[in-house]
């Protein structure tokens, strides 16, 4: 494979803005900012937790043109409309993400239209596909 590969999923709007789907450069995949509308029927869900659970899919399916899966991540941006829908998505993204365990980051902004949440996910795959190790830290970081 290529250095660096980047994948275009046919989207006119992509190809009108200049950006990628995803992009990998050695071991790390970036993932464009995705929303929740279902490709496949055009249909944007009404519920936040919806809307993210089909970006991830939507990233994941983007994933897997580089050979990598959402199980790869170790980064994931979430950008909500409203704090109101963070309990209900933390959960929902607990048991989406329960062992993969990436760092994660919410961040409350506007969209147009009916969007309420986009996801972004960087993803690591290693070369000979070694999974991560995960530490604990021994103490909780010094206060001062």
């Known amino acids: 494979m290529a250095e660096v590969v980047k994948v275009k999923s046919g ?3 992509e190809d009108r803005n200049s950006f990628c789907r995803v992009v990998r450069a050695g071991n790390l995949i970036f993932s ?3 929303s929740g509308r279902n490709y496949a029927t055009g249909v944007m869900p ?3 937790v919806e809307q993210m659970l089909q ?8 994933l897997s043109a580089v050979g990598a899966s959402v199980a790869d991540s170790v980064r994931v941006q979430v950008s909500l409309t ?3 829908y963070q309990d209900a998505l933390l959960a929902a993204f607990g048991k ?6 990436p760092a994660l980051t919410l961040i409350c902004q ?6 309420k949440v986009e996801v972004e996910i960087t993803a690591y795959r290693s070369a000979d596909g070694s999974p991560p190790e995960t530490v604990r830290m021994a103490s909780p970081p010094p206060s001062g």
């Not at 970006?55 to 983007?62: E, F, P, R, S, V």
């Open 82 to 84: 409203s704090l109101d």
């Open 46 to 48: 009404a519920d936040p």
């Open 96 to 101: 989406r993400f329960a062992g993969i365990d």
């Open 11 to 13: 989207s006119a709007f």
């Open 55 to 62: 970006a991830i899919d939507n990233i994941d399916h983007a």
């Open 32 to 34: 464009s900012n995705s």
């Open 110 to 115: 506007s969209f147009v239209g009916d969007v």
